[in-house]
């Protein structure tokens, strides 16, 4: 009898794209006037645009943005219920949220995210060949004589995880999971929003 130990989910949904033309307009703008993400990204490599350093009240400044993150906190909430995640009578609250405008060739190294307890992301606009999001077997490290996985490895077997994100999808993990994004093949940039709740 085999029995499946330590388990690590990734939760997917398909929200409604209705309002993704006005949340593109919206992050392109905020990429077009935000100098210090303009400049931070520029610092630090990043292949386009992000809040991630700059702006920290997207939900009070874009009313789209809050509409959004009222829809994902419902799922952030059913995530956490699988998760069995014990809060005391508490939520899981929204810590941060930012935009990311990924340019041709753009990538995100891989990383995680301290400090918070569910990480995730939403895509707006995901041209073809916008590249996947990659996800890391924890455990890599300690695996020192483990045979390599098959090509055709059960997904939960894997050393590595990709998803190829379409728009309106939205991802979920615990935020000590290990990712990063394979480069934007597109011409036109990738977008989308990132947040952490804690």
Not at 15 to 37: K, M, P, V, Y
Not at 76 to 94: C, H, I, N, S
Request: with cysteine.
């Amino acid at each position: 009898m085999f029995q499946t130990l330590f388990a690590t989910r990734l939760y997917k949904a398909q929200l409604s794209r209705a309002r993704n033309a006005i949340l593109e307009q919206t992050c392109l703008s905020l990429a077009a006037e935000d100098r210090a993400g303009q400049r931070w990204a520029r610092e630090h490599g990043y292949g386009g645009y992000t809040s991630y350093a700059s702006l920290n009240d997207l939900t009070r400044r874009a009313s789209i943005i809050e509409e959004l993150e009222r829809d994902i906190a419902r799922h952030v909430a059913r995530f956490a219920r699988d998760a069995q995640f014990e809060l005391g009578g508490r939520k899981l609250k929204l810590d941060s949220l930012w935009v990311n405008v990924m340019d041709k060739d753009a990538i995100h190294a891989p990383h995680i995210h301290p400090h918070s307890a569910v990480s995730g992301t939403y895509y707006v606009t995901v041209p073809p060949k916008a590249g996947a999001i990659r996800f890391e077997d924890p455990r890599l490290a300690m695996m020192m004589a483990a045979p390599p996985r098959k090509k055709n490895a059960r997904p939960e077997n894997r050393s590595f995880f990709a998803t190829e994100p379409k728009p309106g999808m939205l991802l979920l993990w615990e935020s000590w999971l290990r990712h990063g994004v394979e480069p934007n093949r597109a011409r036109r940039p990738r977008i989308s929003i990132s947040f952490n709740y804690a």
